[in-house]
């Protein structure tokens, strides 16, 4: 009996781990489902398929795109959360998840502490438009009309305490300037006040925007970014125009729910910074106005933080309240 007892030890110790039988497992053994936060056919949405297409070829598994707009990205956050920490169920996460840090009296996450960063996506700037037939033919022209009638120039956005909305907000704070900042429920509402005149100027991503400069019923006088947009040589940048300090760039990322395996972030990682190398990727997303980048986990972590420390300072001078 002894020596059974001490046999049946030995089997028990060399036996592997639950933990560890899961961990030798092929990832992903099943589809990955990303959740984004955005309703189809937007840029974040286009983003998160085409990349997400080229993930799965070279991951083996199916990514399946779950659209949850609503709450400022509040619901997908918690959509994802809820799911099994396995690296299955992904964030399409955006410069909107640090500025919600500022505009809820208390998130039911932390998205620090809540989230694990995978990698970046793409960067895209916004664009500052007028009518074709605007008064306006460059910033300075506008600037020179907003502070010899101060309060009268009409800036339309997207809803208040957006991207869009806080970068007018910034921009009327660098530029010293008074302007009246209307928000609208989307960008279609957006562009559509800018053609009917009912505002003077907009601050847009470039996405909605480029068939419009294209189709030249708008004009940009400014690109938000650090330098020119390619499809858009011609626009210089804000800061060309003197306003120093002054960029905004939005972005896309994935992140996972804390706790995931590193293994899984890292195969997760690899595949994105893989598609996002991939000339087609590139293109169609070059097209939508976003500058193809792929990063690390630490980048992107870094990126995090400093998006909710810079939105805040915005959100706290533009003087919105959390709800």
Known sequence: MPTRRRLLSCMTALAPLPGVLRAQQKFPDRPITLVVPFAPGGVADITARTVGQ????????????????????????????????????????SNATAVSVHLMKKLPFDVVKDLAPISTLGFFELGIAVPEDSRF???????????????????????????????????????????????????????NALRSGDVDVVFEILGPLLPQLTGKTIRALAVTGTARFPLLPEVPTVIEQGIKGYTVDSWNALAAPAGTPPAAIERLGRAAQEAISLPGVRNTLRDLGVKAQAGTPAELATLLASEIKHWGEVARAAKIEPE
């Open 137 to 191: 033919k460059t910033l300075a022209e506008m600037l020179a009309y907003a502070r010899a009638q101060p309060g009268k120039l009409t800036i339309g956005t997207i809803t208040v305490g957006s991207t869009q909305y806080l970068s007018a907000e910034l921009f009327k704070s660098r530029a010293g300037i008074e302007a009246t900042v209307v928000p609208y429920k989307g960008s279609p509402a957006v562009i």
């Open 54 to 93: 080229a993930m799965a070829a070279n991951l083996g598994q199916p990514v399946i795109i779950d659209n949850k707009p609503g709450a400022g990205g509040i619901v997908a956050t918690q959509a994802m959360l809820k799911a099994p920490a396995d690296g299955h169920t992904l964030l399409l996460m």
